[in-house]
C-alpha cells in the first residue's frame, strides 16, 4: 500500500514535468539547433525560479529532478556518442569493443601476475555495485 502512495505523491510533479517536456518536443520541431532536453532544462529552471508552485508538485519534481533528468542526460549522450561511432562504421566499432575488452582483460590478468584478488584487479567502475564513499584508515 505505501508504494501506490508514493507513487500518487509523485504523479502531480511527474505530470508536470511530463507536460513539459512534451512542450520541450514540439517547441524542439520549431528549431534544429537547440535540443528538446536543453529547452525543457531552460524552461523548467525559469518556471522554478519565478513561479511559486503548489507544494503537493514538490515530490514529484525532485524525483524527476533527480532521477529523471538524469537518464534523460545520459540518453541524450549516448544518442550522440552512438550516432558518431555509426559514423565511423561498423569496423571501428569492433575495434572500440576489442581495445575495451582488452583494456579490462588486460588489468585483469596485470592484478593476477601481482597476486591481487579477482575484485581489487578489475579496473574501477566495472564493479557491479561499487560505492563511491571515501575509503577510511583507521590509525593503530
Known amino acids: ?9 509523485l504523479t502531480p510533479g511527474v505530470a508536470l514535468c511530463a507536460l513539459g517536456a512534451a512542450v520541450a518536443l514540439v517547441a524542439g520541431r520549431f528549431t534544429s539547433a537547440v535540443s528538446p532536453l536543453l529547452i525543457a532544462i531552460v524552461a523548467g ?16 519534481l525532485a524525483f524527476s529532478a533527480k532521477r529523471l533528468l538524469r537518464v534523460g542526460i545520459a ?30 582483460a588486460g588489468t585483469m590478468y ?18 557491479r555495485h561499487e560505492r563511491t564513499r571515501p575509503v577510511h584508515h583507521r590509525l593503530r
Open 110 to 127: 596485470a592484478g593476477k601476475l601481482l597476486g591481487l584478488r579477482l575484485r581489487t584487479a578489475r579496473p574501477r567502475g566495472t564493479h
Open 45 to 60: 529552471a525559469v518556471l522554478a525560479n519565478t513561479v511559486a508552485l503548489p507544494a503537493k508538485l514538490q515530490p514529484g
Open 75 to 104: 540518453l541524450l549522450g549516448l544518442q550522440l556518442m552512438f550516432s558518431d561511432i555509426i559514423g565511423l562504421g561498423w569496423g571501428v566499432i569492433a575495434v572500440v569493443v576489442a581495445i575495451v575488452f582488452l583494456g579490462i
Open 1 to 9: 500500500m505505501r508504494r501506490w502512495s508514493n507513487l500518487a505523491a
